[in-house]
Nanobody
Framework: QLQLVESGGGLVQPGGSLRLSCAAS????????IGWFRQAPGKEREGVSC????????FYADSVKGRFTISRDNAKNTAYLQMNSLEPEDTALYYC???????????????????WGQGTQVTVSS
C-alpha cells in the first residue's frame, strides 16, 4: 500500500521552529520529486517547496524563501521541511506529495503530484 505520512506539526510561538517529516511506505522516494504544500482555513492550497528527485535541487515559494529548508534522506525514505522564523501566516495544514513517476526537476504546482499524505497541522500563535 502506497502511503505518505507527515509528522512534526504542532503549536509554536512566532519566531519559533518546527521540522516536518514525510515518511513514505510501500514505494521508494528515490528519484521522485517531493513537494510540500499547505492549506489554511478558507484559503486555497499553496505550494511551499519542492525538491527534485535526481539531484535534490530545492525550490521555494517567495513566502518561505530564506526561512524554510527542504531536504530528503533516501536511505530513510523520508523528506523533511525545516521551518524557521515561523509567522502566524504560516498557520496551515501541511501536506507532502509525490508524482507517480520520475520527472525532471520539481514544481510546486499541486496538479503535478499524484500521491498525498493526510497532512500535519502547524499553528503559529502566541
Amino acid at each position: 500500500q502506497l502511503q505518505l505520512v507527515e509528522s512534526g506539526g504542532g503549536l509554536v510561538q512566532p519566531g519559533g521552529s518546527l521540522r516536518l517529516s514525510c515518511a513514505a511506505s510501500g514505494f521508494t522516494l528515490d528519484y521522485l520529486a517531493i513537494g510540500w504544500f499547505r492549506q489554511a482555513p478558507g484559503k486555497e492550497r499553496e505550494g511551499v517547496s519542492c525538491i527534485s528527485g535526481s539531484d535534490s535541487i530545492p525550490f521555494y515559494a517567495d513566502s518561505v524563501k530564506g526561512r524554510f529548508t527542504i531536504s530528503r534522506d533516501n536511505a530513510k525514505n523520508t523528506a523533511y521541511l525545516q521551518m524557521n522564523s515561523l509567522e502566524p501566516e504560516d498557520t496551515a495544514l501541511y501536506y507532502c506529495a509525490v508524482p507517480y513517476k520520475y520527472k525532471l526537476g520539481c514544481t510546486i504546482l499541486s496538479g503535478e503530484y499524484d500521491y498525498w499524505g493526510q497532512g500535519t497541522q502547524v499553528t503559529v500563535s502566541s
